[in-house]
């Protein structure tokens, strides 16, 4: 038996239990509250729509900007007068007692009712995992038509208190949608790049971070609706310009914050908005008039379904992967009104629209028919239709390695056959964005880090998070691919055994060296005082040393596995000739260190140059930044070959006496240090260079 | 006039290559390009390319401009690079950046990706072996990675690394200690591009319209 939940969808369900709220309230004697206006537009929308328009996919939208832009814009046009013509003439059909509304008013219903809800169709898609493209293109066009819909209302809302309407007027009104459209981007991205400015100096007070993109954001939107602008479209352009500026510069914490409170906000709204829903179809005044209702709801229909095919035809022409009749049945058949036309509809006014209640009772049939009907059956109909689903791929770095080629292969070919397409200007975009951009906005050294960079570093964080939250080392994942770095290092020099056998209890030692002091991960509970909350340096020790436990779970998987020494290719003269020397070989992390043994690994014989780059390549295999040679920073955990005191002398394990003071600083977030040698320096950990 | 000669034997040698009609403008659009990159002389050597003004940018612009010689793109028999190409190479190479025709069937769609990742796999692999080893992985990541000067050294390094045991996971799964992972062939380069479409990600758009911009 299906659970009710796999069938009806949650907006429906939240209707339903705003229905029985509602009833329950109007049977006590009370009045059921209604969702008032100012409520919705000022605190219930801004966080659904915030949270879609900073996690909104910005490759996909800007690759599919044309069409989502002509739906918006030129469909929301097309439905609305479509409606609002043909529900006038519906009107002045006589004896259906409709003849006082004028077609202004008639326009203005349309204008309400023919916008698609971004609130509805997120509930709904995000429910049945279609594929990204269609998820896009329905998403952007209820995103975008909000300035559509802004200007058309208002524009009636006037006229319907004018005398006469002259051309002059209608040119206005036409332009006044891009001023309307285009304004409200512009404060977006105002709000957007100062939001991102001031990011760039919240290194000390890492607890506020989250708050700024909240509060920028918030007043974008709020500065845009002060204007009649598109709230809307600030919202989303703020979200979308700050974004990457913000998260380069704030801490991995704040990010999550950011990520679950924008969540958590936008699902309590959308539960609210729903709910809010039944409980005013409960209380409100209505007014139901058959034919009115009826039409309304065939047209509406009829509208969208026209008007999505007649653009489709059109928009095929210039695109390269063209929509198919199934995509064009889902874009149709996803165009859920709610909460936004109903909110609309409730702010006009009484004296001048005195059929108000039978807008209403027509725009709540409507929405209730569009999000149970059709919210209802697209997931079988996808089904059905054998849709494509959403692909859930891991983003890897060999996609990432390849986008990016080709991204610059076909650029190069543009600029080659002289045609300033799509990807010339996307690449001067991203070279003054690089260029003078990154520079104000991110702070330090991240602005000129290059995304592939950081794209890796992303990943290997969350690597090295995972692994971390797995338990450490006990577990090895059994699907993890048993490939390793000594498997694409080709073999050119026959294998020889070049490591001395370690006795038993030596490798007992090792290991058990490792185990402990690689166990103590778990954080210490502390009270925290805002003050001393972990700031940024110790999270980037506290990534380090993550990614050095990583390496060393490997190498000592290998020590365990194998103790020949697989050859590796010598990369050049100089660089086998420096092996050989006397320079310390050192694997060098980043930053700070960790209170470890130095375990150096003599090779038998200095001959076999070969045999010392076990330390190296293991250790490189996971990825981490190494560095030449010749620096000097010693720390952590450093595998050092050394030229042996006399020949076949198997026993290294000194803990590094040799080494720099650096090597003894204690990590912060290691509870207990574990066996090792006395610090030289009883220093607490000091992070080196901020 | 020899233009309009080898117009019509370019029309003929890509519908051949081609088999799909490609309307004479296009051609006539390219054939105006190459003269100009070629100081209207008959073939376009690799300095010629020196002169296209945003290409200096590219960080892979050795790549793309040895794309243009690298004989297998050629479809000629021999190995190695050409010297200096003519009109109708021109037009060899950019025909593997046609947008896809609706009316394709599936078997000319394989073709088609394949084609296009055949010109894809011969840019990194440029010793021409037929396998992409480590080392010309790690020479792609360090050219794309080239316009940023203040790099760590093992950067580049490491990403290719890490890049190519993921391709040695996906293409070969589960491996012994001394197996020996040569490189990525081009059968394994299909199974990495599997999952994203080439088809419709490369293309340039003027093969499919009216020329827009002309650039001096």
């Known amino acids: 038996i299906p659970s009710v939940s796999s069938i009806v969808p949650e907006s429906c369900l939240l209707i339903v239990v705003g229905l029985l709220v509602g009833g329950l309230i109007k049977g006590v004697g009370e009045k059921p509250p209604i969702l008032k206006s100012e409520i919705f537009f000022l605190f219930l929308l801004p966080p659904i729509i915030l949270d879609a328009g900073y996690f909104l996919p910005l490759r996909q939208f800007t690759e599919n900007l044309g069409t ?38 008639n326009l203005l219903f349309g204008s309400i009712i023919s916008a698609v809800d971004p609130v509805a169709v997120l509930a709904v ?109 600030a919202l989303i352009a703020s979200g979308v310009v700050m974004r990457p500026y913000v998260e380069a510069n704030i801490s991995h914490k704040s990010h999550t914050t950011i990520k679950y409170f924008l969540k958590m906000w936008s699902s309590v709204s959308e539960t609210l908005i729903f709910i809010f829903l039944g409980v005013s179809t409960v209380a409100g005044h209505h007014y139901w008039n058959w034919t009115f209702v009826i039409s309304t709801l065939l047209f509406c229909l009829i509208a969208r379904v026209l008007g999505v095919l007649g653009l489709t035809w059109f928009i095929n022409k210039f695109r390269i992967v063209k929509l198919t009749p199934k995509d064009q049945f889902i874009i149709a058949y996803g165009g859920l009104r709610g909460a936004i036309a109903f909110s609309l509809c409730y702010l006009l006014d009484y004296e001048h629209f005195n059929m108000r209640d039978m807008f209403l009772t027509a725009i709540i049939t409507v929405i209730f028919f569009t999000v149970f009907v059709q919210g209802m059956t697209i997931r079988p109909l996808v089904d059905l239709l054998a849709v494509k689903k959403k692909q859930e791929s891991k983003r890897s770095i060999n996609e990432e390695i390849h986008t990016q080629f080709l991204d610059h292969l076909l650029t190069g070919i543009e600029d080659i056959c002289g045609h300033y397409g799509h990807h010339h200007w996307k690449d001067k975009l991203n070279r003054f964005n690089k260029k003078y951009v990154k520079k104000c906005l991110i702070a330090g050294e991240r602005s000129k880090e290059p995304q592939l960079i950081a794209f890796y570093h992303k990943m290997e964080m969350k690597q090295a998070i995972e692994m971390v939250e797995s338990g450490g080392i006990a577990k090895i994942p059994s699907a993890v691919s048993t490939v390793s ?206 | 006039t020899g233009k309009a000669q080898s117009s019509g034997r370019c029309l003929g040698l890509l519908r051949a290559l081609l088999s799909s009609p490609v309307t004479s403008d296009q051609i006539e659009h390219l054939h105006r390009r190459f003269k100009q990159l070629s100081n209207d002389k008959p073939t376009l050597r690799k300095e010629h390319f020196d002169s296209v003004p945003d290409l200096e940018f590219n960080p892979i612009r050795c790549k793309i401009v040895q794309a243009f010689f690298d004989r297998r793109n050629l479809r000629q028999e021999e190995d190695g690079l050409a010297d200096e190409i003519n009109f109708e190479d021109f037009l060899t190479i950019m025909s593997y950046f046609r947008p896809i025709e609706p009316d394709m069937d599936e078997e000319q769609l394989q073709r088609f990706r394949t084609n296009k990742l055949k010109f894809l796999f011969h840019m990194y692999d440029s010793d021409h072996d037929g396998i992409i080893t480590l080392e010309e992985y790690r020479k792609v990541v360090e050219e794309l990675l080239s316009g940023n000067p203040h790099l760590e050294k093992g950067a580049a390094r490491s990403i290719a690394d890490g890049a190519m045991l993921e391709a040695a996971s996906i293409c070969v799964g589960q491996m012994e200690p001394n197996q020996v992972y040569e490189g990525i062939t081009f059968d394994d380069f299909l199974k990495i591009w599997r999952g994203i479409d080439i088809e419709t990600k490369m293309h340039v758009r003027f093969l499919n319209m009216e020329p827009i911009a002309h650039c001096c």
């Open chain 1, 125 to 233: 898609f995000e429910e049945i995992h279609i594929n990204e493209l269609l998820h896009i293109l329905v998403f952007g066009e209820s995103l975008l038509n909000d300035a559509v819909t802004v200007v058309l209302y208002h524009l009636f809302e006037e006229f319907a208190n004018f005398e006469q309407v002259t051309i002059i007027d209608i040119i206005l009104g036409f332009l006044s949608f891009f001023v309307v459209s285009l304004g409200g981007v512009f404060v977006g991205v105002i709000y957007g790049v100062i939001a991102a400015f001031t990011s760039r100096f919240t290194s000390h007070i890492r607890v506020i971070e989250p708050l700024f993109v909240f509060l920028y954001s918030y007043m974008a939107y709020l500065s845009a609706e002060l204007f009649h602008l598109s709230g809307i479209m």
């Open chain 1, 485 to 690: 770095m000594q498997n694409i290092q080709p073999k050119i020099l026959p294998v020889e055994r070049a490591l001395p056998a370690l006795s038993k209890d030596k490798e007992e030692e090792i290991r058990k060296i490792l185990r402990n002091n690689l166990q103590k991960t778990r954080q210490r509970l502390r009270s925290y005082n805002r003050h001393t909350l972990v700031a940024d340096p110790y999270e980037e020790a506290w990534n380090q040393m993550l990614l050095r436990r990583q390496k060393v779970r490997q190498m000592e998987q290998k020590m365990n596995n194998y103790l020949t020494v697989p050859a590796h290719k010598v990369d050049s003269p100089t660089m086998s000739r420096a092996r050989i020397g006397s320079d310390p070989l050192a694997y060098e992390p980043k930053a700070d260190s960790e209170n470890l043994p130095i375990i150096t690994i003599d090779p038998a014989s200095p001959q076999s140059p070969e045999s010392v780059d076990l330390a190296n390549e293991e250790l490189k295999g996971s990825g981490h930044v190494s560095s030449s040679p010749e620096e000097e920073e010693e720390e952590g955990l450093v595998m050092r070959p050394k030229e042996p005191s006399s020949p076949g002398t198997d026993d290294v394990f000194t803990p590094g006496a040799s080494d720099s003071p650096s090597n003894q600083r204690m990590l912060r977030c290691l509870s207990d240090p574990g066996p090792r040698p006395e610090p030289e320096e009883g220093e607490p950990f000091i992070p080196k260079g901020q």
């Open chain 1, 68 to 105: 989502i832009l002509i739906f918006a814009v030129v469909g929301t046009l097309w439905n609305a007068f479509f409606l609002g013509g043909l529900m006038y003439a519906v009107c002045q059909i006589g004896g259906t007692g409709l003849n006082h509304i004028g077609l202004l008013a």
